[in-house]
């Protein structure tokens, strides 16, 4: 027993002796059992309040080894010699803001390519009957998020694209924040949900992933609900979603030059003027349970007069009326068994444009990395002003014709024993069918060799 708790019981004694001192007094042996039951609850309290201390001593040893853990995992290798960095102001020093977390990572995607003629279905680039292509890109991306304990969050993603022809682009450059499994709000150039997967996408060539130069004048068109789903070239994305328990909302808005979905501008044999940008709005509702989810969408132009051409009286003839239908199931049995799941997609879609309709439909299959998929086009052009591509057209009027295409892909995983990178094996081949096809018997087919590595 310390001295500061006999001092304490001490003092606790005289003060209850001479505050009791006008009442009747205390024999020896009651202020003695009195003394000793002050001087136990003394000890007590001494003994949890050392708890307490050792307690505090151990939580900060365990936060400075969980910091000495981060700093050893985060190694900045300093190249610059020793007696060069002495005549710096300040040491060198790597700083971050301390609002968040920050990632940093790469991705690197590049593709070897074969085809029966260059461009596939819908772009039509040259007359060379076969295609030997190398291309790709390296992604550099950067994903900031802050978290409150709330359960508020804010973040920012930016992916510059440096591809193999020596350019510049980018893939996301997104700004958003929400509240954790309850709603969220996404402004800039994203892709939003996807309405149309083809599972392991490796070469389907006619298959655009951005809102720009998906119609190609004179050939097939594949409507994948891709018109109003972003990451353009040409304008920026709203969104806002919400989630539900099992239940999904999502509302996307892209504002864009609406000429930027065809290529080289052409529609119908005409070229297409802008007037406005269009607004494109596509409401989603999903709904998931286990491993099986299905979700239904549309996606729709307001703005009237946006785009079109003027006819031989000088008067504007609108064609940006435009709203698409599609449904998507989905059963993922990855999710419960990595090893022997299977991915099913079943997807549908239908278009009603001016002077034109289009229904797609598809399945694909993926187990054990390897996936087969089949899809299904039936088109309907109303008006066809004319030729506007050379002998590589599929069709050169207005009719009803269909398109077959099949696709297929492997995944050769972990590449040297590394599990980030992987080699991809994919393949399709596609043929037009029906009454305004210009070579009915036409089809084509193509190869790739894709080398895909993450860091």
């Given at each position: 027993?310390?001295?500061?708790?006999i001092?304490?019981?001490?003092?606790?004694?005289?003060?209850?002796?001479?505050?009791?001192?006008?009442?009747?007094p205390?024999?020896?042996?009651?202020?003695?059992?009195?003394?000793?039951?002050?001087?136990?609850?003394?000890?007590?309290?001494?003994?949890?309040?050392?708890?307490?201390?050792?307690?505090?001593?151990?939580?900060?040893?365990?936060?400075?080894?969980?910091?000495?853990?981060?700093?050893?995992?985060?190694?900045?290798?300093?190249?610059?010699?020793?007696e060069e960095?002495?005549?710096?102001?300040?040491?060198?020093?790597?700083?971050?803001?301390?609002?968040?977390?920050?990632?940093?990572?790469?991705?690197?995607?590049?593709?070897?390519?074969?085809e029966s003629?260059?461009?596939?279905?819908?772009?039509?680039?040259?007359?060379?009957?076969?295609r030997?292509?190398?291309?790709g890109?390296?992604?550099?991306?950067f994903?900031?998020?802050?978290?409150?304990?709330n359960?508020?969050?804010?973040?920012?993603?930016?992916?510059?694209?440096?591809?193999?022809?020596?350019?510049?682009?980018?893939?996301d450059?997104?700004?958003?924040?929400?509240?954790?499994?309850?709603?969220?709000?996404?402004?800039?150039?994203?892709?939003?949900?996807?309405?149309?997967?083809?599972?392991?996408?490796?070469?389907?060539?006619?298959?655009?992933?951005?809102?720009?130069?998906?119609?190609?004048?004179?050939?097939?068109?594949?409507?994948?609900?891709?018109e109003?789903?972003?990451?353009?070239?040409?304008g920026?994305n709203?969104?806002?979603?919400?989630?539900?328990?099992?239940?999904?909302?999502?509302?996307?808005?892209?504002?864009?030059?609406?000429?930027?979905?065809?290529?080289?501008?052409?529609?119908?044999?005409?070229?297409?003027?802008?007037?406005?940008?269009?607004?494109?709005?596509?409401?989603?509702?999903?709904?998931?349970?286990?491993?099986?989810?299905?979700?239904?969408?549309?996606?729709?132009?307001?703005v009237?007069?946006?785009?079109?051409?003027?006819?031989?009286?000088?008067?504007?003839?609108?064609?940006?009326?435009?709203?698409?239908?599609?449904?998507?199931?989905?059963w993922?049995?990855?999710?419960?068994?990595?090893?022997?799941?299977?991915?099913?997609?079943?997807?549908?879609?239908?278009?009603?444009?001016?002077?034109?309709?289009d229904?797609?439909?598809?399945?694909?299959?993926?187990?054990?990395?390897?996936?087969?998929?089949?899809?299904?086009a039936?088109?309907?052009?109303?008006?066809?002003?004319?030729?506007?591509?050379d002998?590589?057209?599929w069709f050169?009027?207005?009719?009803?014709?269909?398109?077959?295409?099949?696709?297929?892909?492997?995944?050769?995983?972990?590449?040297?024993?590394?599990?980030?990178?992987?080699?991809?094996l994919?393949?399709?081949?596609?043929?037009?069918?029906?009454?305004?096809?210009?070579?009915?018997?036409?089809?084509?087919?193509?190869?790739r060799?894709?080398?895909?590595?993450?860091?």
């Amino acid at each position: 027993m310390n001295k500061t708790t006999i001092a304490v019981a001490m003092g606790v004694l005289l003060t209850t002796h001479f505050a009791g001192a006008k009442s009747s007094p205390l024999t020896v042996e009651q202020r003695l059992q009195l003394l000793e039951e002050r001087l136990i609850s003394a000890e007590n309290r001494a003994q949890s309040a050392e708890r307490e201390v050792q307690v505090l001593k151990a939580q900060q040893l365990t936060d400075r080894q969980e910091i000495k853990e981060v700093q050893e995992r985060v190694v900045v290798s300093n190249e610059t010699a020793k007696e060069e960095t002495k005549k710096n102001a300040t040491a060198p020093a790597l700083s971050l803001s301390g609002y968040g977390d920050l990632k940093v990572y790469g991705d690197v995607e590049f593709n070897m390519d074969a085809e029966s003629r260059k461009g596939s279905i819908i772009v039509n680039q040259d007359q060379s009957n076969e295609r030997w292509d190398l291309n790709g890109r390296i992604l550099l991306g950067f994903d900031g998020m802050r978290k409150l304990q709330n359960g508020y969050f804010a973040g920012f993603s930016a992916q510059p694209l440096a591809d193999m022809t020596g350019h510049m682009n980018l893939d996301d450059a997104v700004f958003f924040f929400g509240q954790e499994n309850d709603w969220k709000i996404k402004v800039g150039r994203f892709e939003a949900y996807d309405m149309f997967p083809l599972n392991q996408d490796t070469f389907v060539e006619h298959s655009g992933n951005t809102a720009n130069d998906l119609y190609s004048d004179g050939h097939g068109y594949i409507y994948m609900m891709k018109e109003g789903r972003g990451r353009s070239d040409d304008g920026g994305n709203f969104l806002m979603s919400k989630q539900v328990g099992n239940w999904y909302f999502e509302l996307n808005t892209l504002l864009e030059d609406g000429t930027s979905l065809y290529n080289d501008r052409n529609y119908h044999g005409r070229n297409m003027e802008q007037e406005k940008n269009v607004a494109y709005v596509r409401p989603i509702i999903s709904w998931s349970e286990g491993a099986f989810s299905v979700a239904a969408a549309m996606e729709s132009n307001l703005v009237h007069n946006a785009y079109g051409y003027y006819d031989e009286h000088g008067n504007f003839v609108d064609q940006s009326d435009r709203t698409g239908y599609g449904m998507t199931m989905t059963w993922n049995g990855l999710k419960n068994d990595p090893e022997d799941g299977v991915v099913v997609n079943l997807n549908t879609a239908y278009l009603d444009a001016t002077n034109e309709t289009d229904f797609s439909s598809g399945v694909n299959a993926l187990w054990h990395r390897f996936e087969l998929g089949y899809i299904y086009a039936h088109n309907e052009v109303d008006e066809y002003a004319g030729v506007s591509c050379d002998d590589d057209c599929w069709f050169k009027d207005a009719g009803t014709y269909d398109i077959h295409t099949v696709h297929a892909s492997y995944q050769i995983p972990n590449v040297m024993d590394m599990q980030n990178f992987n080699i991809y094996l994919g393949a399709y081949w596609s043929k037009l069918q029906g009454d305004s096809s210009a070579d009915s018997n036409d089809d084509r087919y193509g190869g790739r060799v894709r080398f895909k590595y993450y860091f």
